[in-house]
């Protein structure tokens, strides 16, 4: 049966782009695969080729053994734009848990990480949040409290 | 800074539908609310208004503490389609860790869970894999041996 969750996959365009802001976002590369050339990736994926190259991410006191795991597909390359609104259908948010989102916001803005919003809003019974982009408009959100 | 992951966020258009869907896969829901108002959610998430119903779940013997927030939106609703392929830019696939995925995927399939390929593939090193859709069409991918 199902154990655990082990990642999250996220498909960018231009993997040193995602990576850099992640590492500025205070997360770690764990792994590092130049290239995956599979075709049982192909198969399980329904992609005529599984041709990609891949960093696997955490941040780095991270007990949850979980990773997201940042793919460039290059046979297929990756294609399309993500989801331009939170209310839209799919996976389309990865939330992080921060201990003082007031001075990781501000550590934060410091690397030109950009938020919608001006400061963490209030999300009821003490929890705060505030979300960032990544390079590709990815949704990633910071949470205190929950 | 940033402690550890906390959820994913999956965005679906008819929460029962969905609950339904992951329970059958065996996850748990850990909890439920029934309605959420926040306005603070609206400017965070710069949408109009932040009403939505929503459940976590989680696998019942997971340690990593990580759950899905699954998300029904109600003012505004949920809207749009999924990615159609795993090749497309954003968050695309969401990756449980199980113990025997031959033994996982016939006892899903009794339970009418359908899979892309028709049985897991090596992805390499000992690692196979397999791909499902939530009813929304969201990939959700189980793995052995990474």
């Known amino acids: 049966m199902i154990d655990d969750f082990q990642h999250v996959s996220i498909t ?3 993997l040193e782009r995602s990576v850099s802001f992640y590492e500025r976002l205070g997360l770690k ?9 599979e075709q049982g990736i192909a198969q399980a994926f ?13 941040p780095p006191q991270a007990t949850s053994k979980i990773f997201i795991d940042l ?3 290059l046979e297929p390359p990756s294609t399309g734009e993500v989801y331009p609104a939170l209310n839209h259908v799919g996976i389309n948010r990865l939330a992080f848990r921060v201990s003082d989102i007031d001075a ?15 400061r963490p809003e209030m ?3 003490g929890i705060r949040s505030i979300v960032t982009t990544d390079p590709d408009g990815v949704f990633i959100q910071l949470i205190e409290g929950l």
């Open 71 to 73: 793919v460039q597909w």
């Open 29 to 37: 590369v764990i792994k590092r695969i130049d290239e995956v050339k």
């Open 46 to 58: 329904q992609l005529p080729r599984g041709h990609l190259k891949v960093a696997y991410l955490a």
């Open 123 to 125: 999300f009821g019974q």
């Open 12 to 14: 960018c365009r231009d």
């Open 104 to 118: 990781t916001t501000a550590a934060l803005r410091e690397r030109g990480i950009t938020f919608l919003s001006r």
